[in-house]
């Protein structure tokens, strides 16, 4: 695996992206969620080297002790830079996979319109607004209590901040920050989305983990309908991230989809 820092001259500004890289065979962009790039990462390890893949994995600004500018603050922004990835990285066929926020971030990038994307992959995503579904606020729970909330297994996953060393800690609270700030006003969600999503024009995998309890199944199942040609897969014994939990029946499911579709 190489880590290499990417320059993108986005219309707002200069955009320097930490991304990871591995692997070969078809092109996987893998977008982490709101705990950062380590909720991937061996996920991304597992894919590149049980399956003929080649895994991106950027870090979103402001992750992982990454600068973010004063001016990317948003959702649709950071699917913009990663279209602009892509496209200096020179990738096609690409498979768009994210978890929570970076599914969020997935289903705006399918909505820039890039046609180096063949289709994307969202699991227990983040992003829209399902009435009677409402989406845990995170921000206000304890790490505990997130974790009830997240695993289907929380003694077996959970982790618990005050053992971690000091470094790891700044680098939670640094992720906590630059989620804040991409969740927007309302609270992880963008009220025009779930609209606009009949606008994609590439096939969409929505998978979920059954026991999550951050966004429940039938938002997920929402979120599929929103799209024009979706499917929806449910995961036994799962829960918010599905790639630590459950991740090989997670890497069938999504590769089974991107062969059906190549």
Known sequence: MTSTVHTLAHP??????TVDDQGEGRT???????????????FARLLAEQRDARVVTPVHPGFGATHRPGW????????????????????????????????????ELALVGSDRIS??????????????????????LT??????????????????????????RTAMAANRSALEVYSGPHAMADPGLRGRLAGVAVPALVVWGASDQVVDADYGRA?????????????????????????IPLLSVVVDFAEDRR
């Open 28 to 42: 996987y962009l893998l977008l982490h969620g709101g705990g950062g790039p380590q909720t991937v990462a061996p």
């Open 72 to 107: 990317l603050t948003d959702v649709t922004t950071l699917a913009e830079s990663y279209a602009l990835l892509l496209d200096e990285l020179d990738l096609t066929g690409v498979i768009v996979v994210g978890n929570s926020i970076g599914g969020w971030i997935a289903a």
């Open 143 to 168: 790490p505990a209590e997130l974790s009830k909330l997240a695993f289907h297994d929380p003694a077996a996953f959970a982790v618990d901040p005050a053992t971690l060393p000091e470094a790891a």
């Open 12 to 17: 707002a500004g200069t955009l320097d992206l």
């Open 119 to 140: 289709a994307v992959v969202l699991v227990n995503a983040a992003g829209i607004h399902v009435p009677g579904h409402p989406i845990a606020d995170t921000f206000s």
């Open 223 to 247: 979120y599929a309908a929103a799209f024009p040609d979706a499917e929806f897969r449910l995961l036994p014994e799962s829960g918010h991230m599905p790639q630590i939990e459950t991740p």
